[in-house]
């Protein structure tokens, strides 16, 4: 189905888009403002290692869903050694959800980087962009290697798009390559990772669904002036070994696992 067009805000809600709005602008500004010397502090100690900034930015993402007014739980327990993180995506309210879930750094296309708003997130996050070009796939299996050995839990969105929240999109098998490399260290897990919109009471349950040609600017104004929130759960599955798949099965376990708490799709008549 096509995206529907955003409620507009209308009275009080103009007001909620002010206030929440502010807030969420008040915190980032503050968060990054503090971020910056933090982030200097933790490169003359520990290198290129996050063990201030992730859990940081990690408050800061809970404290801008706090302001948004979005319930928010996770469930399941985050992985421990080496891996990276694989969850389904359907809106820019991912960006805080996950972060907020675990400190983890997006792995995102180029193209994003440049889009208004949400490059600034990306960049204060620490985003690693990659390009789809199957000619730099060695080069961009490197720097995943070399990230993965510092410890930094790197998050993929394996669906390559956005969708409307309802649904999870079949697994591209191509982006689990990069898991099996010989230059990534021994013990290599993947955890999978739900993320679970419910929308407002009386709202179309898509409603925090950001997909398609949507427009952010809509979008981000009917959340922000929403009355009264819905909610998100993340749930943290446990960690897939990498030894003995290949990139098919482990596109293949990873997408089982991701769409486990998402209803059945009907079936078609």
């Known amino acids: 189905m096509p995206p529907d067009v955003p409620p507009r805000p209308s009275g009080l809600g103009w007001l909620l888009v002010a206030l929440r709005g502010g807030a969420v602008v008040a915190v980032l500004l503050v968060g990054v403002l503090l971020l910056l010397p933090?982030?200097?502090?933790?490169r003359l100690a520990a290198g290129r290692r996050r063990p201030l900034t992730g859990p940081w930015v990690q408050g800061v993402c809970r404290l801008c869903l706090l302001a948004l007014g979005i319930r928010w739980q996770c469930r399941g327990a985050r992985m421990r050694g080496p891996g990276a993180m694989v969850a389904n995506h359907s809106s820019w309210l991912d960006i805080f959800v996950l972060n907020a879930a675990a400190p983890v750094f997006f792995v995102s296309k180029s193209e994003v980087a440049g889009w208004p708003g949400i490059n600034i997130l990306t960049r204060v996050t620490d985003t690693h962009f990659v390009t789809r070009d199957p000619r730099l796939a060695r080069v961009q299996a490197?720097?995943?290697?070399?990230?993965?050995?510092?410890?930094?839990?790197?998050?993929?969105?394996?669906?390559?798009?956005?969708?409307?929240?309802?649904?999870?999109?079949?697994?591209?098998?191509?982006?689990?390559?990069?898991?099996?490399?010989?230059?990534?260290?021994?013990?290599?897990?993947?955890?999978?990772?739900?993320?679970r919109y419910t929308a407002p009471w009386g709202r179309e349950p898509r409603f925090y669904g950001w997909w398609g040609d949507m427009d952010l600017g809509p979008h981000l104004l009917a959340v922000l002036g929403q009355w009264r929130q819905g909610s998100v759960t993340v749930t943290l599955h446990p960690p897939i070994p990498v030894a003995g798949h290949d990139r098919k099965s482990l596109a293949a376990a990873a997408e089982a696992a991701v769409r486990a708490p998402f209803p059945a799709p009907a079936p078609r008549a």
């Open 142 to 195: 490197a720097e995943f290697a070399e990230r993965t050995a510092l410890g930094h839990r790197l998050l993929f969105f394996p669906e390559g798009t956005s969708t409307d929240g309802r649904r999870v999109l079949p697994f591209k098998p191509t982006l689990f390559q990069a898991f099996l490399d010989p230059a990534l260290p021994e013990g290599l897990a993947i955890q999978p990772v739900s993320v």
């Open 38 to 42: 933090l982030r200097g502090a933790e």
